[in-house]
């Protein structure tokens, strides 16, 4: 056994026992430094491990002064009963590493430096004070905090009277809710700014009318301005895009009405008096604004899968971009956005920090609200819920969830509202197949409708599909997407071997422009006079496939948490939560479960499981706070 083995051995992962954390990647870059390095110092070596752990799992660093609590909660959500073994202090850590000046860089605790000079420097480690970084992830951080200092420092020309008034107009104080307004006003005034709040606080009703508040604005300063709107997903770019068409098909008659009283002379009416700032041409720039994924939006570089088109050497040419659903961007493709940004240029971060992170590494959204004390004005949170007064349970459960409030369980246990419900399992028992009842007429719908020869009813079934979902912690096992796939497609008479199959539902897995599909589009097998087709709504409309020329896909009535962000169930919602000690189990993802539904929710689990995941939020550990404190 080598010393890196060794070493690592009592950290490393026991597919028999399921005990430890180390697989692989640990073991290999530990070898690598041993062998091509020539590093013998176990404190190294173990750090080296730590920080592509921490990467692997989500962190974007590792506090030396913490890992065996990081350890401890990483053990904790795994549910094993496994005690990790002593590690050596954080001081002791930090010793080795100032020695192993081969492969760790030492950063001055107050002056970090650039993310160029952290580039240009090739050594595997970065130790930043406490922090230990792998060098990408440092390099990564660092540039966001510089990105966003540079932009929060950056001030736009002045907004005319008229364009502050409009957004009052739009977005009026609510008693003393002045949230709303504030971030109006904010877009206007500032080139960086972060708009953040749950479900049922405005944040669509906000982002639609800032972005057409800075579309007044411009048009009354005679500036040619272009805008891009983004989203780290396919779903979540098409959600935008109704959001905005939806606005746009709202109030076209309000705007040319307004036009036309303005133009006889006459005053607006209580109608459109809100809208007397939007002229047609205004609502026609709106319209023209197309939602794309941002990796549609940095654009692929020719030749080359693995970088942009658009960087800082070649920014984007955009005035304003607006970024949703960013609890969702990773932090190495923040960074590669905000490297993207023109220098004048302005964003708008949106999302809600409290759903669950990019799959890959990184929390910015949550660590930018975070360092609201640091930004400034530039963080805006909305708290206020408008959505209670129409009486919707979920919009009382969440803010709970969010929170990680015990109650929450209790909520769910006492509700009568059909539109609220804990299907509750004994621990240890498997959910029997009868909890994916609440969907099953929708499904059995969409089933009919896929195959008729009818198109008409095709387009039915596409939308029935859009409104109801199962959603799962897991992809396997008992509490898994693959099993309730499999139990729906018994109920619907499908074949679980078939992915082509009449009345089978379809989820896109990989971004696909030559057909014009985004990772997470869904589509729908269906019957044709020309044979079988795949339907999707896509952004640019409804889109129709031959299998043959089918991206990747899988099955679709149920699927991943993860899978959902970005999307919205108008109908009903199953949330089958991990069993008790799946690492799965956070608390974010409970929240961003329930929160994709907008009528009503079934979740199905023990209440344990319930308990704990509120108690369990993910954690991931972060230097951007401090970053940008040092930048600025």
Known sequence: MTNAASVLAPLAHDPVTGHGLFGGAERAVASLLERHAGVTNDAVLLAAALAVWAHRTGHACVNTDDVGSMLDAAVRRSGSDWQPPALPPGSDLRAALHGAHQVVRVVDADHPGSSADALADGRPLVLWGTLLYAQRQFVDELSVAERVTALAASAPPPPSAEALAFVDAVLPTDGDDTAQNQVGRAVLTQSFNVLTGGPGTGKTHTLTRCLLAYLVAAHAAGDDVTVAVCAPTGKAATRASEMLRDFVDGHAEDVARTAALQATGSPADADTDALAGVTPEVLDALAAVEPVTIHRLLGRAAGMDTRFAHHANRPLAHDLIIVDETSMVSLQLMARLLEAVRLGARVLLVGDEAQLESVESGSVLRDLTLAESVLGGHVHQLRKVYRVAEGNPIADLAPLVRDGAPESVDMMRASDDERLTLVELPDGQWPPADVVAPVLGAYVAVCDGARSLDGGKHVEALAILAGSRVLCGARRGPFGVEHF????????????????????????????????????????????????????????????????????????????????????YADQVVVVLPQQGSPLLTRELVYTAITRAKHAVTVVGSPQAFTTALANPSGRSSGLHHLLVAVG
């Open 485 to 568: 796939n499999d139990v729906i497609d018994e109920h619907l008479g499908l074949h679980p071997d078939r992915i082509i199959e009449v009345g089978r539902a379809l989820l896109v897995t990989v971004n696909s422009p030559r057909v014009g599909l985004d990772n997470g589009d869904i589509g729908l097998v269906v019957r044709t006079h020309d044979g079988i087709r795949v339907l999707f709504a896509a952004r640019q409309g409804l889109v129709s496939l031959t299998p043959a020329e089918l991206p990747p896909v899988e099955r679709a009535y149920a699927m991943t948490v993860h899978k959902s962000q970005g999307s919205e």
